[in-house]
């Protein structure tokens, strides 16, 4: 079983900053592409940023500039660190991450519980 917890959250005045992370935990090989997804209420989930395992990025462009993914392999750990924070960052973050649980079989897609991000005006 593998598992993903995101944790760093919370609510934070625009402006701000807050580091999420997410922690990968159990029966695993590899971790390749991992990505940061947010959803808003009312609105569809969406991509936000991603990272490959040679720590290639692509952020969405309203993003760009302000939130920078990262990743510690040695750690099964991802964090995405967001300044700047504006209102309509506010969503649930949520991390995926496509994960080889054996040598030899492709990578399984698995994701986090998801964690609140409020940003007040």
């Known amino acids: 079983q593998v598992q993903l917890v995101e944790s760093g959250g919370g609510l934070v005045q625009a402006g701000g900053s807050l580091r999420l992370s997410c922690a990968a935990s159990?029966?695993?090989?590899?971790?390749?592409?991992i990505g940061w997804y947010r959803q808003a209420p009312g609105k569809q989930r969406e991509l936000v940023a991603t990272i490959t395992r040679c720590r290639d990025t692509n952020y969405v462009d309203s993003v760009k500039g302000r939130f920078t993914i990262s990743r510690d392999n040695a750690k099964n750990t991802v964090y995405l660190q967001m300044s700047s924070l504006k209102p309509e960052d506010t969503a649930v973050y949520y991390c995926?991450?496509?994960?080889?649980?054996?040598?030899?079989?492709?990578?399984?897609?698995?994701w986090g519980q998801g964690t609140q991000v409020t940003v007040s005006s």
């Open positions: 159990g029966s695993i090989f590899r971790i390749d592409a």
């Open positions: 995926n991450a496509a994960i080889k649980t054996t040598w030899g079989t492709p990578p399984d897609d698995y």
